[in-house]
């Protein structure tokens, strides 16, 4: 078989390896803005005005604009009152739940991302509407008052999304912050938006903060956090935010000034996911406007690339679980792509 692990070459609409090449349905580059050859010149132009890196904490005396300005777009762009830039989305989870712990006892929700996670994995197991029923009667029941809900927004692999209405149920008396990563979601699911529904989180006791690595969708390598101007200007104060080095000035500068492209890619890709879905019926595992499709086909894999088309294959949850193959449509693929992956699934 095949060894993908030395790539020398981007993982975009192709693969090709010394003897055949592939169809490529897989990674997280969901808009394709990672080989996009516009997207690319935006972000050269940013070099050539910014350099290739600024080295600088966010404290320093000397600082270019960009930092500043993609900061204050980032928060109009996805309806936030203010926003913070991280140099990635590791950092930028950990810094909050490094920094809300202190404010509250902290309630993981299953299957969260590691980076969300504080010192060791967190015991929470089983379905999500089952924890969030749980934990909502948990709340309303102890006698402390302050609470960190940490959960994925949803879960990218299977994919299933996740339903957070029934946090309104908690006590209006208990203080929570629910803090939310939409790393996958955010910019791919809505168009220029988080990937849910914001109209259950105007309750005056539950404070949301979104936190987003940019690497995913939007093909910038940084960590954003969305919250409301209080709590961005209390996070601006941390070591965290001011001794770390940023983002790169050009990777935000083509953030910023890329998204005509952006918008374009968001079209594409919805117009593929719909496409394909016409054809898979309900014989593949799928969600609304999100473009990963999953099978626990044990025959699959193989199927596929003997017709030439590589997707991620791996046991799901567990390493002694069956196979979980999962699709990924980006929106480089053509409809031609589209009917060859159905015809080798066999459903069209």
């Known amino acids: 078989m095949n060894n993908f692990t030395r790539l020398e070459q ?31 010149s935006i972000f050269i132009e940013g070099i050539q005005r910014y350099g290739i890196n600024n080295g600088t904490s966010r404290n320093n005396n000397v600082q270019q604009d960009i930092f500043d300005q993609a900061e204050d777009y980032a928060a109009k762009r996805f309806g936030f009152e203010a926003s913070l830039l991280l140099s990635s989305g590791y950092l930028a989870t950990q810094f909050l739940v490094r920094t809300l712990a202190a404010e509250g006892e902290v309630l993981h929700a299953p299957s969260c991302h590691p980076s969300l996670w504080l010192d060791e994995k967190p015991t929470a197991a089983g379905s999500f509407v089952d924890w969030a029923t749980a934990t909502v009667a948990y709340i309303n029941q102890s006698p402390q008052t302050s609470f960190i809900i940490v959960s994925n927004s949803l879960d990218n692999m299977k994919p299933e999304t996740f339903d957070f209405a029934v946090f309104s149920h908690i006590d209006p008396n208990k203080k929570i912050v629910l803090l939310l990563d939409d790393s996958h979601g955010i910019g791919v699911i809505r168009k220029n938006g988080i990937s849910f529904d914001r109209s259950n989180f105007y309750l005056s006791n539950i404070e949301l903060i979104v936190v987003a690595s940019l690497a995913k969708g ?15 200007k209390s996070l601006k104060r941390s070591n965290f935010y001011t001794g770390a080095s940023p983002s790169s000035p050009a990777s935000l500068y083509a953030f910023v000034y890329g998204e005509q492209i952006y918008l374009e890619r968001f079209q594409k890709l919805q117009h593929n996911i719909s496409y394909f879905r016409e054809r898979i019926a309900s014989q593949l595992n799928t969600v609304s406007n999100f473009p990963v499709f999953s099978s626990t086909d044990p025959t699959l894999y193989a199927r596929l690339m003997d017709a030439g088309i590589l997707v991620s294959s791996f046991p799901y949850p567990l390493a002694t679980d069956p196979l979980l193959n999962r699709i990924v449509l980006n929106a480089h693929h053509t409809e031609a792509d589209l009917d060859r992956l159905s015809h080798a699934i066999g459903i069209y």
């Open 10 to 40: 981007p993982t975009g609409r192709f693969i090709t390896t010394t003897d055949r090449e592939y169809l490529f349905f897989g990674g997280t580059s969901y808009l394709g803005l990672a080989t996009d050859q516009a997207y690319t």
């Open 218 to 232: 939007l093909a910038t390598d940084a960590g954003l956090i969305l919250a409301d101007e209080a709590r961005i």
